[in-house]
């Protein structure tokens, strides 16, 4: 860092600091003379699209960008350091830590508390269950889904036109797959598996909504009758449906066309009815938008300026729906009732876990490490006199927060990893 940057960062600390410490007195004050620095415009979790910092142009849309990123990730960061907490709880209590172990876990402080009861978590489940027994974990790895007007909206904050159009600049979902809406026929791109949310024109595998019926080896979400059925069933012996389902069923055996709405793979088209539209992630032959970036990270799309955009990164990742998965965990040998419970215990527990660990992962540790990196060099936009008073004024609690965020992160994922891998997950 040069001695130029070093002074602008000296500068911007002390003019922040100086700025909150008349803003905490102009909030408690009514009719305070320096009531123009007191920051009441940042919230985390909130919406800040119509925000006024006082800012106009493109210094306007970088600042929101920065802003709402720091809300975004603050909000989940605090809510997965929330849902670790809970789970490692439920864990050490259930699996019988003692009162005194929790309440002085519980005295610490919010991060040091998650830390330490998922260490008694881990001491338990080592001493309970995988010291008598190997432990078989299944479950389906949880993805999250990342819209893609979530950055749109912010792009089009941080564009000089307003505007962002998907269509014109879709973006990529790397390590994922980009969801669209079609309207006409969806194809496979090259030698892609292609998911459809439709009527499929050859075998679907995954859910069929078919109120005709349709042969069914799974859920049925509707009437399940013995027609189609080998065995003469309409049942087996774990509740699913093997006959023929008249509604929703959520696997159907290989090579039985679904003559309804597919939802997961479709070795054929995706095609829409009448004039409606269906939901793929290949090629459409007709207008398209793109949806949704399902299992990995949304970059490109409209051209901004670098950090608005990774700002507009950071903050559609931070709103990214994550759903938990079913976990179902088995020990390789025979159990008594207690292990059973148990078992049941960590079955409860592990799925905030595993939305943690694997879903957000080491990807949103990192990204709310560059955002709060990035603080440094909004702080000489306001030490250069580009940031007004109100938006100088707000600079530091942004800061502050996005800080604490980076660091929230952080201790979730590794708590996590250390709950998770004590039962051998990987």
Do not use: H
Request: aromatic content about 4%; some cysteine.
């Amino acid at each position: 860092m040069t001695i130029t940057a070093r002074w602008k960062r000296s500068c911007f600390v002390a003019v922040a600091a100086a700025l909150t410490s008349l803003s905490v007195a102009a909030c408690e004050e009514d009719g305070n003379p320096f009531s123009a620095v007191c920051c009441t415009e940042f919230k985390v979790g909130a919406d800040l699209s119509s925000t006024d910092f006082g800012l106009e142009g493109e210094v306007r849309g970088q600042f929101l960008a920065f802003a709402q990123a720091s809300s975004d990730l603050a909000a989940t960061a605090a809510a997965a350091l929330n849902d670790v907490q809970t789970a490692c709880r439920n864990v050490a209590v259930e699996l019988g830590a003692s009162e005194e172990e929790i309440v002085r876990a519980e005295q610490e402080p919010e991060r040091e508390r998650t830390t330490e009861l998922c260490r008694l978590a881990v001491a338990q489940i080592k001493a309970r269950v995988t010291a008598r027994v190997e432990l078989d974990v299944a479950f389906q790895p949880p993805v999250c889904e990342i819209a893609v007007q979530a950055k749109a909206r912010c792009e089009a904050a941080c564009s000089a036109s307003g505007t962002c159009n998907v269509r014109v600049n879709p973006p990529i979902c790397k390590g994922g797959r980009l969801e669209i809406v079609c309207k006409g026929e969806c194809t496979a791109k090259g030698e892609a598996r292609l998911y459809c949310e439709g009527s499929c024109t050859g075998n679907c595998e995954g859910t069929c909504t078919a109120q005709g019926g349709v042969r069914c080896n799974g859920r049925c979400e509707g009437t399940c009758t013995a027609e189609g059925s080998a065995t003469g069933q309409a049942f087996d012996a774990q509740g699913n449906c093997i006959g023929t389902c008249q509604g929703t069923c959520s696997a159907t055996p290989p090579g039985v066309r679904c003559e309804g709405s597919c939802k997961g793979q479709c070795d054929a088209t995706c095609r829409a009815e009448a004039n409606a539209t269906v939901t793929c992630d290949g090629q459409c032959s007709g207008d398209y938008e793109p949806l949704r970036c399902q299992g990995g990270t949304l970059e490109g799309g409209c051209k901004v300026e670098g950090s608005c955009n990774a700002n507009c990164e950071a903050s559609a990742t931070a709103r990214a729906e994550c759903r938990p998965p079913e976990v179902v965990v088995k020990a390789r040998a025979a159990v008594d009732p207690e292990l059973a419970r148990y078992l049941k215990v960590l079955e409860r527990n592990l799925p905030p876990l595993l939305v943690v660990l694997k879903a957000r992962g080491q990807t949103f540790v990192d990204i709310a490490a560059r955002v709060a990196s990035s603080a440094g060099s909004t702080g000489s936009a306001a030490v250069s006199g580009r940031l007004g008073v109100r938006a100088t004024a707000c600079l530091f609690p942004i800061a502050t927060t996005i800080g604490e965020a980076a660091v929230n992160a952080k201790v979730s994922v590794e708590a996590s990893a250390n709950v998770v891998g004590s039962m051998g997950v990987r």
